[in-house]
Structures are given as C-alpha cells and as structure tokens.
C-alpha cells in the first residue's frame, strides 16, 4: 500500500472509511508495542561487543587472561558495551578476584538496575573475603535507593561504620543519596549536619531533598547559601520549584542564570523548555531555541525532544514538525550498532510528542496519520503515543479505528495501563457506546480512582445518573479514595438525573469529609443541579453563600435553567450579572 493510497482513508475528519489498522500493521514485520518507561533497555554496542569478544579470546590463546589486570580490563570493556551476559561468563573464568573485579561487574548492574544481582554479588563477595571500596559500596548503595530498600540500605550504612571504612565525601554523598531518596529525611539531616567535608553535591542533594517535601522557602534559602553554585545546583532548583507548581519563581530563577550562573547543559535547556511550554510564553522559547543553536545543542537527541514537545505544547506544529522531520531515523534501523539505546528512546519520545501534539491542538486526521506512518516505520510505540491517538478518535468519534487500535494492543499483549483504559473508556462512552466502556472497564484487572472516576462520567455522559451515583458508592465502598474530578462526575451525573438530596450529600462529604476544596466545576454542577430540580432560588442562594457571583460558568448554567423553566424575571437578573462581569 502506497502512502498515496493510504491519504485516501483521510479526506476527511469524518473517516466514513477508517483504513482498518490490522491492514497497516501487516505491512511491518515482527511490529510490537513497547512500554519504554518500565523496562530498562535491551540494546547492546554490537561493535563493542565483537571487539571484545576478540581480545578476550587473544588473551586466553596467549595465557595471559588469568593476569588480573588484563581480565579486569576486557570485563570492563565488556560492561560497558553492555553485554552483562557475557561479562558474567568473563567474571566466572577469573579465578583470582579482586576488590575491582567484583565493583566492575557491580556497576554495569547497578546501571541498568538489576538491584537484586547488585545485592547478591555484594554477599557473595563478603563469603570470598574480598573487602569492598567506596566505589563499591557507591553501587550497593545506588541499587538500595533504587529499590527503596530502607531497611538493607541502613544495614550498609551499619556495615560502613562496624568495619572502620574510610567515609570520604564521595561515599558520604552516596549514603546522603541514598536516605533522601528512601524518604527517610531525619536520617539525612543527621548525616548531613555531621558531615565534616560537604561539597556542591551534598548541599544539592539537601536543596532537592526539601523540595521533594515542599519546603520551598528552606530550599531557596539553602540555594541561596551555596558557597558554589554548580549548574546541576541551577538545575535541582528550576525543576524542584517546577513540580511544586512555582513556575514563576522558576522563571526569575532562570533570568538570573542566564546573568550570573553558568553555561546550561543539556539538561537546563529540557528544564527551561517545559518552564515555557507551562507558562506558554512563546518568544522566550524562542530565544532559548536560539541559543540552544548559539550553543550546538541542536543535534543532541534530549534537546531537540525536549524542543519537540515544547513547540507542540504551545500550539506550533509547524516548527515542531520541522524539528522532527530533520531527525535520523533510527527506528528501522534497530540493530545497527551507530544507534545508542538513548537515541532511540528519544526518537520514540518525539514520535509520541507528536502525535499527541496533533492530538492536543485539534489535529486528529494528522494526529491518525502520524500513528500510521509510525507504525509502517516499525518504529517502537509507547504507551503515550496509543493512549494520545485512542484520546483523539475519542474526540473526533472515530468509534471503528478505535476500536482497532484496542484490539490490536490487546492481541500483541502490551501492558494495558491505567491511563490506556482511562482513555479507552472515555473513547467508547463519547462515541456513544457505553456496553464497550463497561467491557473496557471490567477488563482492567486493578480498578483505581482513575478508571472508578471515568466510568461515573461515562455514565452521567449517557444520562445514567443513578448508575453513577451506585458506582460512586462502590468505589467507596472499596476503600478508594475519590478526588476532585471524581465529585466532578458524580455531582454531573446527579445534576443530570435530577438527584437533588444525593448531589448535595457528596457535596459536602467533598468538603467536610475528603477536605477537597471545590473548584469551578463543582460550583457549576450544584447550580446546574439545583437549577434543573426548578429550586431557581435555592441556586441564586447557593451562589451568594459560596462567594462565586464572580464566576462566569456559574451564570451560564444558571442562565440555561431560567430557560428551561422560562423563569423570564429570573433570567433577566442573571443576564444583568452576566453582563456586568464581561463588562
């Protein structure tokens, strides 16, 4: 099938055609989902590999791969060309081990995070006698944090101090590390107050540690006090301040930076691209685009991902589109040894910022275009780009091509997520289907808030207001706790359904109970929901209590129940507050 002939399928949004997806799918070989984000890599450097395999069978033939420095050396080389099966093999032939035959083999695990192997060489190499290094423990500790592993981290930490291992500032930083990331704070005050030598590392990772509890005002203050300011110290800070929802203090941050800091690495210009993309302020996404060229980050495949999503975000699919296009591609090229795993998963981050670009600006038929072409690359799809494209033949009511897409992930086995049967749900109930949004949901073998909340809406979508109602009690029943887009759909669907004392109790179980501080919706669905039971009086009361007369969305729903009751003295005072706000 020629791309000619595939356009045909999208001559309009509508797609009276859909082209069947099991047909597109037939035209790649040995083509499957991949979940990028919980597996680590399989992809090995095969040059590196074959390069190794070669001097270490020049040094058995010679005899002199029993001569530890040289069996050190092709195990490194080995480990870094990833190949840990057979560094393995080459760590079992050495017979006489030392400290860093073992740490060379710990590491590589520790990189791709095979904490339990990490764990178990460290047992068995105390049983040989071998006394471990800073570099060591360095790995151990990594592989603790990694895990979450508290209780075996301490136990480390215990061992350190018992057998009198010389704590110098790179280990302390390690176990500094490791505490912070296992949440155990106290522990990580304490070190940090009685360590003896603190460098730029110790003090950024107090400075991300009071960021993770939300002690903003304790990390600038910290920040402020570094006697250096390294550019990973810049970098805690902006993407810590980001994530507790500070993105103008980020962006002061950023100016300042730019006037007194150092020179942006790769990850200050990911860290200040999502800081645009989040304010939408566009011309200074360009000036950092500008200086990312200045700079010659522009071929670095983490940048220009980052400056991907950054153009899509802010609603320029044209300069996104010209980015993408001058990427490699590696995606069919999977076993040629010129490509990095790093490179590819970058190349499949740009595939699904894409797609889901198109699919956040309106975009559906380029949006279903791109997954096609996507797929026919054999490029890998991640669990973003199939819930991006099934959330925009949601929008667009392509209920056939859908429902394909469904299937086929369900027939090749990727992992069906939470937000993959979210949108699958969501999908069927706009499409009108709502016997496939109960199927979609009864299928999903952990139910949480998400998908307990995205069924009550299907339900007040299709005019069930009781059956959401019922499922809401379910889900509490089930000791799942509702949040704030979960009252949104049940006080919809009492609104709906004309259930006046029921929307009224989960209102204030919401706030009394929950402690969730109602938004915009909610006070739009109360008075939705007293205007549609004709309690016209009830609602303009309601608004008065609750301070919102500012709120353009509540006189609007107010506005549509003075219609449908033809209350046309109450209409006209709604209309005369109406006006005055858009005055």
């Excluded at 301490?154 to 990331?181: A, C, M, P, Q, T």
């Excluded at 494209?389 to 299937?407: M, N, T, V, W, Y």
């Excluded at 353009?552 to 006006?579: A, D, P, Y």
Aim: charged share 20%.
């Amino acid at each position: 099938m020629r791309w000619t002939c595939l356009s045909l399928c999208f001559r309009s949004t509508a797609f009276s055609k859909p082209p069947h997806f099991f047909s597109l799918i037939s035209l790649t070989t040995s083509h499957r989902f991949q979940s990028y984000w919980y597996h680590s890599s399989p992809y090995h450097y095969s040059t590196n590999e074959s390069a190794v395999g070669v001097l270490h069978s020049k040094a058995v033939k010679s005899g002199t791969f029993q001569n530890l420095n040289v069996g050190n050396h092709v195990l490194n080389l080995c480990v870094k060309s990833q190949d840990l099966d057979y560094a393995q093999k080459l760590f079992d032939e050495i017979s006489d081990r030392d400290v860093r035959t073992w740490t060379i083999l710990m590491s590589g695990y520790a990189r791709i995070g095979a904490s339990r192997l990490v764990l178990d060489l460290f047992k068995d190499m105390q049983i040989e006698g071998v006394c471990a290094n800073q570099f060591t423990l360095s790995s151990v500790l990594k592989c603790c944090s990694s895990g979450s592993d508290l209780r075996m981290g301490k136990g480390i930490h215990g061992w350190i101090l018992r057998n009198g291992i010389n704590l110098d500032v790179v280990l302390e930083n390690s176990v500094l590390d490791f505490y912070v990331k296992c949440g155990a704070f106290d522990y990580a005050e304490k070190l940090f107050e009685l360590m003896v030598e603190r460098d730029t590392v110790s003090w950024n990772i107090m400075v991300g540690a009071n960021l993770l509890v939300g002690d903003i005002e304790k990390s600038l203050g910290m920040f402020r006090s570094l006697p250096y300011k390294d550019v990973a110290s810049w970098n805690t800070i902006l993407d810590g301040l980001m994530r507790n929802g500070y993105e103008r203090t980020a962006l002061e941050l950023l100016y300042e930076m730019v006037k007194n800091g150092p020179v942006f690495n790769k990850v200050t210009f990911s860290i200040a691209l999502v800081l645009v993309s989040s304010l939408s302020i566009m011309e200074l996404g360009r000036q950092i685009h500008g200086l990312i060229l200045r700079s010659g980050f522009q071929k670095d495949g983490y940048v220009r991902t980052s400056l991907i999503d950054m153009y899509c975000k802010c609603g320029k699919m044209e300069k996104a589109s010209i980015i993408f296009r001058k990427m490699p591609l590696a995606c069919v090229r999977v076993n040629n040894s010129k490509f990095t795993s790093d490179e590819l998963t970058t190349e499949i981050v740009s595939w699904s910022s894409m797609v889901s670009g198109y699919v956040r600006n309106g975009e559906y038929e380029v949006a279903l275009k791109m997954f096609i072409s996507m797929v026919r690359e054999q490029a890998e799809v991640d669990r973003f780009t199939v819930t991006s494209i099934i959330s925009g033949c949601a929008d667009a009511g392509i209920l056939e091509l859908g429902r394909q897409i469904h299937a086929y992930v369900q027939k090749v086995g990727h992992p069906i997520d939470v937000h993959f049967s979210s949108s699958s749900i969501d999908m069927y109930a706009k499409c009108g289907c709502l016997d496939d949004a109960w199927t979609a949901f009864k299928q999903t073998v952990s139910l949480n808030v998400v998908l307990w909340t995205s069924m009550i809406i299907a339900c007040a979508l299709h005019g069930q207001g009781r059956k959401a109602v019922c499922l809401f009690e379910q889900m509490m029943h089930k000791g799942i706790k509702p949040n704030e887009v979960t009252f949104v759909g049940v006080l919809s669907a009492c609104s709906h359904a004309g259930l006046l004392e029921e929307g009224n109790k989960y209102f204030r179980l919401m706030k009394e109970v929950y402690g969730i501080k109602p938004g915009v919706e909610h006070f739009t669905c109360m008075v939705d929901l007293y205007g549609r039971a004709g309690h016209l009086d009830k609602a303009k009361e309601f608004i008065h209590e609750n301070g919102i007369s500012h709120l353009t969305g509540v006189w609007k729903s107010f506005l549509s129940s003075c219609r449908l009751h033809k209350n046309i003295e109450m209409g006209k005072w709604v209309l005369k507050h109406f006006f005055s706000l858009n005055l």
